[in-house]
């Protein structure tokens, strides 16, 4: 009896681990940074205390930083493998080879604490490895206290000082930032040159500097009356306290970074939503007035900007998002954006509507940059030209040509690279870029063709209210898209992501009433044909792929599934045929289209 009783015990402990483990789980961080920094020498001091919360089933006995800065310095693996690429980023290039000692960038890490008692720790590059006095269980939390001493680098890539638009400091990346831990493991990549993943929590950051100098980045000010320029309340007294310095006091709720950027001629705009949503404009005021003038004309087409992809993904869940001149182009960041100033209108409103997407798809849909680029680029521009053609009125029938002709030229080339290799890994910039930026955005354009634009429109929704502030994977985004159409996707997700397979489909043979199809290319479609009769009539039909186990709904002639195993489709015709058609939509990134059409074009 009590054996049994035992079983039962142990079976039950056994059933509710197993639940735990399968469970979705992520873990947490909370940042308290006081940041010392002197303008003069690019040198900053910083104290920061972090309480990690272990909310993995798994004990942790090891915890990771990433120290960002140090890839800034000669013979670092960012420097080397910008060397040793095929086409590096022309930003980057030799430069970090030629960097000085008083330009590099470094965090040095002093002194490190768990629960009070230093604990052991090595740097190594871009990671500092820290080994626990205590491992930290399942569902613990541990507080960790670091004292670090830190140099801006000379501004290259993304952040650093001085970058070529005279803007001071671009701090991004700047602090010991603790490594993400989840169902995979670490996730320790170094630093050379791509993207990020990062641990949700809070932040609160007081940054000390010369009084000259406004700041603004992530978070909300808690200082205001004692800050000026353009913070504070008309209706309140300003209370500046005295000294070369002011404390600028940030505090950012549930974020997985936090940013920011100083320089002592910024000017500082907020534009008022209706919503509630402050935006705020930070910019060289010194510029020529034509860029001055686009700061100015931005502002209210970011707040539609907003109003459009809040409506069109999900509510953005802050109360105020800034875009800051700085960095060396364009980059998201939480709750704000760098990107540099000096630009035409279209420019300046195209990355802007770019990096804010951003605030979507990677910083609310927080997916791993670094192993799914794609998910991350992809989709953002997907989702920032449809907002552009909208805001704009461009009114364009596809505003995603210009990827599907990217696409096609690497393949062409024998470039391309599977999206599932690690952001780091691409053999060159251009097959990353081509696959980060317009596979992934052919992914869900794609898609349309395949489930239909409401479908995706509705799917975008539902993945937003699943997976905001969680990091979703692919199979996430692809199950989404499965439950809102009921068509089975696995096959898509697999050879679009994971092969570099391609879509060529051509018009075999066509009789008098008799159409025959063939696939070319090893990846397999449903199929959409537009045929013209010769009494001037036209007649659409679908052919749904077998695999998808579904199909769109569509106002043409549905016909029997076709197999990817067959190479060759016919049907039957009503009518004596004119001319076929394969994909009018040209949303099927079919690698050659001369064979869609009959007769051929001349």
Request: without cysteine; negative net charge; glycine residues 8%.
């Given at each position: 009896m009590k054996r049994n009783i035992l079983a039962v015990f142990v079976a039950i402990i056994s059933l509710q681990a197993q639940a735990f483990q399968k469970g979705y789980w992520q873990q947490k961080?909370?940042?308290?940074?006081?940041?010392d920094v002197d303008v003069n020498t690019y040198q900053y001091k910083g104290k920061q205390k972090l309480v990690y919360t272990n909310n993995s089933p798994d004990e942790l006995t090891h915890v990771y930083y990433h120290l960002y800065f140090n890839a800034f310095q000669p013979n670092s693996q960012m420097d080397i493998r910008s060397r040793n690429i095929k086409d590096p980023d022309k930003r980057v290039g030799d430069r970090i080879s030629k960097l000085s000692p008083s330009e590099i960038g470094y965090i040095k890490v002093n002194s490190l604490t768990q629960n009070g008692k230093p604990v052991?720790?090595?740097?190594?590059?871009?990671i500092l490895e820290v080994k626990l006095n205590t491992p930290i269980k399942p569902g613990k939390k541990a507080t960790f206290s670091m004292e670090f001493d830190a140099?801006?680098?000379?501004?290259?890539?993304?952040?650093g000082r001085n970058n070529a638009e005279g803007v001071a400091l671009s701090m991004a990346q700047w602090y010991p930032k603790m490594a993400e831990y989840d169902f995979e493991g670490w996730h320790t990549p170094p630093y050379v040159g791509r993207e990020f993943h990062g641990v949700w929590g809070d932040f609160d950051v007081t940054i000390h500097i010369d009084k000259k100098y406004v700041v603004g980045g992530t978070g909300y000010l808690q200082n205001p009356?004692?800050?000026?320029?353009?913070?504070e309340d008309a209706s309140k007294k300003l209370k500046l306290p005295k000294g070369d310095k002011l404390a600028w006091h940030f505090k950012a709720p549930n974020v997985h970074d936090f940013t920011w950027a100083a320089d002592p001629d910024f000017q500082h705009d907020t534009y008022k939503m209706n919503n509630g949503i402050d935006l705020h404009f930070y910019y060289k005021k010194d510029m020529e007035e034509k860029y001055v003038k686009n700061w100015k004309d931005l502002q209210p087409k970011t707040a539609e900007l907003m109003k459009y992809f809040s409506e069109h993904v999900g509510q953005y869940p802050y109360k105020q998002y800034s875009v800051i001149q700085g960095g060396d182009g364009g980059m998201e960041y939480a709750m704000a954006t760098l990107i540099t100033g000096k630009r035409s209108f279209g420019s300046l409103f195209g990355v802007t509507a770019h990096e804010m997407a951003h605030t979507w798809f990677q910083f609310l849909l927080a997916t791993n940059e670094s192993k799914h680029p794609w998910m991350d680029e992809g989709f953002t521009?997907?989702?920032?030209?449809?907002?552009?053609?909208a805001v704009l009125q461009k009114k364009q029938e596809n505003p995603f040509k210009g990827s599907y002709g990217y696409y096609k030229y690497v393949v062409k080339n024998n470039l391309e690279e599977p999206l599932s290799t690690h952001a780091d890994?691409?053999?060159i910039n251009l097959a990353y870029n081509m696959g980060s930026y317009s596979k992934g955005l052919i992914f869900l354009s794609q898609l349309e063709y395949i489930i239909g634009a409401d479908k995706v429109a509705a799917g975008l929704k539902k993945y937003f209210k699943e997976f905001s502030f969680k990091h979703p994977t692919p199979n996430d985004i692809k199950r989404t898209m499965e439950k809102v159409s009921g068509i089975h996707l696995d096959w898509y997700l697999n050879e679009w992501a994971q092969t570099t397979h391609t879509v060529d489909y051509g018009i075999k043979s066509v009789e008098e009433k008799s159409i025959t199809l063939e696939r070319i290319g090893k990846m397999p479609m449903p199929i959409d044909v537009e045929v013209t009769y010769e009494d001037g009539t036209k007649e659409n039909y679908y052919i749904p792929l077998r695999m998808m186990r579904g199909e769109k709904t569509t106002q043409a002639k549905k016909l029997e599934d076709w197999t990817w195993a067959h190479p060759t489709y016919t049907f039957k015709t009503s009518k004596k045929v004119a001319s076929v058609i394969i994909d009018t939509s040209e949303l099927m990134a079919d690698v050659d289209r001369s064979n869609n059409m009959y007769p051929k074009e001349k």
């Open positions: 961080v909370d940042y308290t940074m006081d940041i052991s720790f090595e740097t190594v590059g871009t140099q801006v680098p000379l501004q290259i890539r993304r952040s009356q004692e800050i000026g320029h353009g913070y521009s997907y989702i920032s030209a449809k907002a552009e053609d890994r691409y053999n």
